[in-house]
C-alpha cells in the first residue's frame, strides 16, 4: 500500500512559522492533503517535545514503532472539521530541522540538516546532550549550533544508532550543503569521515530528481522530497511515496529510504522546480531575474545595481553536473525512481477563477472539491475528469489536466521569490470561467 510520507516540517515553535501549526491542525491538514505520514518538526524544542508527550500515543496500539498518532480523545472532535471523503489514518514520526553555522577551511558553513529520531527518549538524550554543550535549544524551534555537520552526526550516531540525518533542501542558496553561499561542493567536505552514515538527500522545492540525476556523485544516494512547511496549509506540497508494510514503523521506513529499492521506494511527488523561490539567479530588490547564461555573461552583477545576484539552483546545478542537461533522454541512476510534478490546489483554482490564493472565492471552491471529490493529492494526480465533475467547472478540469501532463506556463522564481504559475488564458477565463464565478456567486 501506497504511503504518501511529508518528512520535513516545522512547528509553531520555529521562528515565522503560522501559529496554528499544531498537531491538531497538522493532522486535520495531512487527512486534507491526503498524508499518511507526518513529520513532527521541532524534535528537540523542550516545550514542543512536552506537548508531543501529552498529546501523542504510540502508532497502532505500539505496533508500528517509532511513529506516533494523536491519543484517539483529540482525533474524534478534530475530525468533526475533516470532510469525510477526506479522513484518513495519521501517524507522526519525530524529526526536526537543525541549523549549522560553522567555520571550517577559512569559510563560513551555513547548512540545514534535517534529523528523524526512533522515539521521544531519544529526543530528550540528544537535547540533553547539546544542553550540557550549551546550545539553546529554547529559543527556536530550529536550533543554530556553531557545531559543524559531521561532529553533529557523530553525537547523533552515539546518541542512538536507529537515528539518521538528510540534508536538507541540498541546493538552496544561504543554507544547504551545496548552496552557492553557504555549502560545500562535495558531501564528504561537509561531513568527512562519517559520510557513509548519509543515504539520502532533500532535493528541495526548486529541484527536481531530474535536475539531480546530473551529478553522478549523487548516484547511490536517495532523493527524497518533502514540504519544509511553514503553516498547515503548505504541507504536502511536496511528498516521499513508500511502501512500509502494515503497519508502517520508523525501522521500515529507514529501511526503505536507506536501500530505495522500487517496491518500498515507491518515487516522489514535487513542485515544478521554476516554481520553487530559488530557481533561477537574480536580484529581488532590483527585480532582476537571471537564467545562467545571462548571469555569466553579467559576470554575475546586477545590471541595475553592480552588486552581485543570488546564483540560484538551476545554476549551482549545473556548475556541479558532469552530465548533459537532456530533458528527453535523462540519464536515470540505478536510484531513479517515478516523480509527478504538481501545482498546489488553491493555485490551480486561483488561476481558474483569476482571484488570488487567500480569496474567499478560491477557498470556498477548494473546500467544495475536497468535500465532493476527496484530498487534495488525490484531485491533482488522480481524479477522473467524471469525479471532478461533482464540483468543478469544465475549464478547473481542463487545467487540472494540462497541470498533469506538464502543459503550463511559469514565470520563474528567484532570490526568495516564489515563481508564478499559468494554466489558462485570459480568454479561456473570460468565456468559460464566467459560468463557475456565477455559481460561486449566486
Known amino acids: 500500500m501506497e504511503l504518501l510520507c511529508d518528512l520535513h516540517v516545522h512547528s509553531r515553535f520555529s521562528r515565522a512559522v503560522s501559529a496554528d501549526m499544531d498537531l491538531g491542525h497538522m493532522y486535520q491538514w495531512a487527512q486534507r492533503k491526503g498524508i499518511d505520514v ?8 523542550p516545550a514542543w517535545r512536552a506537548e508531543m508527550r501529552q498529546q501523542l500515543v504510540p502508532a497502532d496500539e505500539g505496533h508500528g514503532e517509532g511513529l506516533y498518532e494523536l491519543r484517539p480523545e483529540l482525533r474524534e472532535p478534530l475530525d468533526e472539521a475533516v470532510p469525510r471523503s477526506c479522513r484518513r489514518r495519521v501517524r507522526f514520526i519525530l524529526a526536526g530541522e537543525i541549523s549549522h553555522i560553522f567555520k571550517k577551511d577559512g569559510a563560513v558553513r551555513k547548512v540545514h540538516n534535517l534529523i528523524v ?7 530528550d538524550q540528544v537535547a540533553e546532550r547539546l544542553l550540557r554543550l550549551g546550545y ?69 522545492l526548486s529541484s527536481d530528481p531530474a535536475m539531480n540525476w546530473r551529478l553522478s556523485v ?20 511536496e511528498l516521499t511515496r513508500l511502501c512500509l508494510g502494515d503497519p508502517p514503523t520508523f525501522a521500515a521506513l529507514r529501511r526503505a529510504l536507506e536501500r530505495c529499492l522500487p517496491e518500498e521506494f515507491l518515487g516522489t511527488v514535487e513542485f515544478f522546480p521554476e516554481e520553487g523561490k530559488y530557481h533561477l539567479d537574480g536580484h529581488r530588490d532590483c527585480g532582476v531575474r537571471l537564467e545562467p547564461i545571462e548571469r555569466a555573461r553579467l559576470s554575475g552583477l546586477c545590471p ?13 546545478i549545473e556548475a556541479l553536473a558532469d552530465r548533459p542537461f537532456s530533458p ?54 488522480s481524479a477522473t475528469p467524471d469525479e471532478l465533475r461533482r464540483a468543478a467547472d469544465p475549464l478547473l478540469i481542463e487545467a ?6 506538464g502543459e503550463l506556463r511559469i ?14 488564458t485570459e480568454s479561456e477565463r473570460d468565456h468559460k470561467g464566467a459560468s463557475l464565478q456565477m455559481g460561486l456567486f449566486g
Not at 179 to 201: K, N, V, Y
Not at 222 to 237: F, N, V
Not at 411 to 424: K, P, Q, S, T
Open 136 to 204: 539553546n535549544l529554547h529559543s527556536d524551534g530550529r536550533p543554530i549550533l556553531g557545531m559543524p555537520c559531521r561532529d553533529f552526526l557523530e553525537l547523533l550516531l552515539s546518541t542512538d544508532s536507529r537515528a539518521y540525518l538528510v540534508p536538507a533542501h541540498i541546493w538552496t542558496p544561504h543554507f544547504s550543503v551545496f548552496g552557492s553561499l553557504s555549502g560545500f561542493d562535495r558531501l564528504s567536505d561537509c561531513f568527512g569521515d562519517l559520510t557513509r552514515h548519509i543515504f539520502a538527500l532533500e532535493t528541495g
Open 218 to 237: 549523487l548516484d547511490e544516494l536517495t532523493l527524497i522530497s518533502s514540504s519544509d512547511a511553514h503553516s498547515p496549509q503548505k504541507l504536502g506540497r
Open 328 to 381: 528527453e533522454a535523462a540519464f536515470r541512476p540505478p536510484r531513479a525512481r517515478p516523480f509527478d510534478s504538481l501545482v498546489p490546489l488553491t493555485e490551480v483554482v486561483a488561476d481558474v477563477l483569476g482571484r488570488t490564493v487567500a480569496s474567499d472565492a478560491v477557498q470556498r471552491l477548494y473546500f467544495r472539491l475536497l468535500d465532493q471529490v476527496g484530498p487534495e493529492l488525490h484531485i491533482l494526480r
Open 411 to 424: 514565470v520563474a522564481g528567484f532570490d526568495g521569490e516564489y515563481g508564478r504559475v499559468g494554466l489558462v
Open 117 to 123: 529520531l526512533p522515539s521521544l527518549d531519544c529526543g
Open 400 to 405: 487540472l489536466l494540462r497541470m498533469r501532463r
Open 38 to 45: 507526518v513529520a513532527t518538526g521541532d524534535v528537540l524544542h
Open 304 to 316: 541595475v545595481c553592480g552588486k552581485p545576484v543570488t546564483v540560484g539552483v538551476l545554476s549551482r
